[in-house]
């Protein structure tokens, strides 16, 4: 809460209206030195009077980031804001490559529930959104981040976790197994990852019961090769009610995955429409 600080600038890069919409990058920072960047996707707005809309802020993969807005062709009338995760090194890093960029993927993973509340400040200051329909959606890696700050920042109306799980020791662990075929050598690596992520402080089985009595929706995938079901299920029987869980056919999400991020996309604004 004290990285987060108060909004001190905002500035934003307008593109031109195609389709309908209209895509925004805002670059934030706040008193704290902590700097975020977004990018918005809106409706063109034709009537003299700007329309208040539901917002939905996306906390995507950690290669996609503020990208994801731009995978989302019609928003049906929402506002959608995704954010960039707060690390400015190569993503691309493999093997020993890694150690020297620890210290600054660590800042980034522990600045990323601050740079969630920075962003929900600048938004909510904005006109077009309404301050009563919140929604923050936490996809695949994104859901340990979404829950962490949805259950701290009561602005947050509702929760969602997309092709989310609990257990982040043993989701690392089975997305090593292509890479790592010695179980014991695996096992440390994950072991390792897991602590330098700080991952027990990001477990979403924690956190998600905190976010009760607001809604909590999880929508996982039947054939996910990347979660286990087990942690699936655990974050399900964690949470406290409201809560839902929706299954869809096939894998899981990926951006060139289009069908599978097409229904996912339908599912959620269809299901929001519906409240």
């Given at each position: 809460m004290e990285r987060r600080g108060a909004l001190s600038n905002a500035s934003a890069d307008v593109g031109p209206a195609e389709d309908g919409h209209i895509n925004e990058v805002v670059r934030l920072e706040g008193t704290s030195g902590l700097k975020v960047q977004?990018?918005?996707?809106?409706?063109?707005?034709?009537a003299a009077a700007v329309r208040r809309r539901p917002v939905f802020m996306i906390l995507g993969g950690y290669r996609t980031g503020d990208r994801a807005a731009t995978l989302i062709p019609n928003t049906h009338g929402n506002v959608?804001?995704?954010?960039?995760?707060?690390?400015?090194?190569?993503?691309?890093?493999?093997?020993?490559?890694?150690?020297?960029?620890?210290?600054?993927?660590?800042?980034?993973?522990?600045?990323?529930?601050?740079?969630?509340?920075?962003?929900?400040?600048?938004?909510?200051?904005?006109p077009d959104v309404d301050p009563t329909r919140i929604e923050l959606v936490g996809a695949s890696f994104g859901t340990p981040f979404a829950t962490m700050a949805g259950a701290?920042?009561?602005?947050?109306?509702r929760v969602?976790?997309?092709?989310?799980a609990a257990w982040p020791y043993?989701?690392?662990?089975l997305n090593l197994r292509r890479s790592i075929g010695f179980a014991p050598v695996r096992k440390?690596?994950?072991?390792?990852?897991?602590?330098?992520?700080?991952?027990?402080?990001?477990?979403?089985?924690?956190w998600a019961p905190r976010i009760s009595p607001r809604p909590f929706i999880m929508i996982n995938a039947r054939h996910d090769e990347r979660m286990p079901r087990e942690a699936i299920d655990a974050l399900w029987a964690a949470a406290k009610e409201p809560k839902e869980l929706l299954w869809l056919e096939g894998p899981h999400m990926q951006s060139n995955r289009r069908e599978?991020?097409?229904?996912?996309?339908e599912t959620v604004l269809t299901r929001a429409e519906s409240r």
């Open positions: 977004l990018m918005l996707r809106r409706p063109v707005d034709t959608v804001a995704a954010l960039a995760y707060p690390y400015e090194g190569d993503l691309g890093m493999k093997g020993l490559a890694v150690v020297p960029a620890v210290p600054a993927l660590r800042r980034a993973i522990l600045d990323t529930p601050a740079a969630i509340m920075l962003a929900l400040d600048y938004l909510l200051s904005r701290l920042d009561q602005r947050v109306t969602w976790s997309l092709h989310g043993d989701q690392i662990e440390l690596v994950a072991g390792l990852a897991t602590l330098l992520a700080s991952g027990p402080r990001f477990e979403p089985a924690d599978v991020l097409a229904a996912l996309v």
